[in-house]
């Protein structure tokens, strides 16, 4: 398109300027191509899958499609749970899975809505269209490059949810070697965790474990907090002065710990008070 950088050679002896009429050998980089057109598959797929999934009142309202990644944004007044994202992510994954023909064909206007495909809200289109078409999956207008088969886009991974704008939200994903990546560096991630944890092989049981220690830990904690506080009570009830209008008064200073911790505080102020009979 009219928007894409066109490099000239490559080298020092690269020209910094091509006078018209000399002939130039263009050359697409395959890899960058080709990871472009499995995410554009994939919109086309994950698009599909939220209209399954959510409504019919799911619409495009925005996409970018690049070689790390994809992003596309749907109308739909609420974010999607934990449920609906993987809900999703199977719906696609399926469609993957079961290596699915892409076909695009070149054709009127009219035949192209007769056939039922789908046009993006807004766009303007011309007589003369190329409709893309997902067998059995989804069909519509669209003149990017796409992949021959599902199968080409190899793995679909959420990477990220949230809201765009009002009634708009907005989702990112990635494909193949790039989902590849993501996996590896979690798996990773979940040894290192593991390792430290002390049971690398089980990272989630370790965790479970590490979760149930610490939770009796905080509540042996809690007893024994509970427990001084009622030491210092006891200590801080024998110290009261009666004051001559009849009221009661203990003056004290407490602990550091206890000045950092207002609900502490306060749970020994009432102790106290509990002690010597004054109302709270």
Known sequence: GGDQPVGAGAGEEAPSFIEPGVAVEAEVDAE????????????????????????THVRQAGSAVRPDKL????????????????EVEDRVNGWVKASRPVRWMNMN?????GLGAMALFGEKYGEWVRVVEVDAV??????GTHVANTAEVGIFKITAEGSSAANVRRVE??????????????????????EALGNPQDPVAAA??????LEQASA????????????EADEL???????PGGGRLVLATVEESLQANPKALLDLANRVQSKIGQPS
């Open 138 to 143: 989804s069909r519509e207008l669209c003149g």
């Open 32 to 55: 960058t191509r080709h990871a472009t057109m499995r995410n554009h598959t994939a919109t086309h797929l994950l698009h599909a899958a939220l209209r399954e999934l959510l409504g």
């Open 220 to 231: 042996g904690a809690e007893e024994a907090q509970r427990a001084q506080l009622g030491s």
């Open 237 to 243: 009830a024998g110290r009261v002065e009666e004051l």
């Open 109 to 113: 206007r009219s035949e192209a809505e």
């Open 208 to 213: 479970r474990r590490a979760a149930a220690q």
């Open 173 to 194: 994903a990635i494909t193949g070697p790039a989902a590849i990546d993501f996996f590896r560096e979690r798996e990773a991630q979940l040894r290192e965790a593991g």
């Open 71 to 86: 992003r596309f944004d749907f109308t739909h007044g609420q974010g999607l749970s934990p449920r609906e994202l993987r």
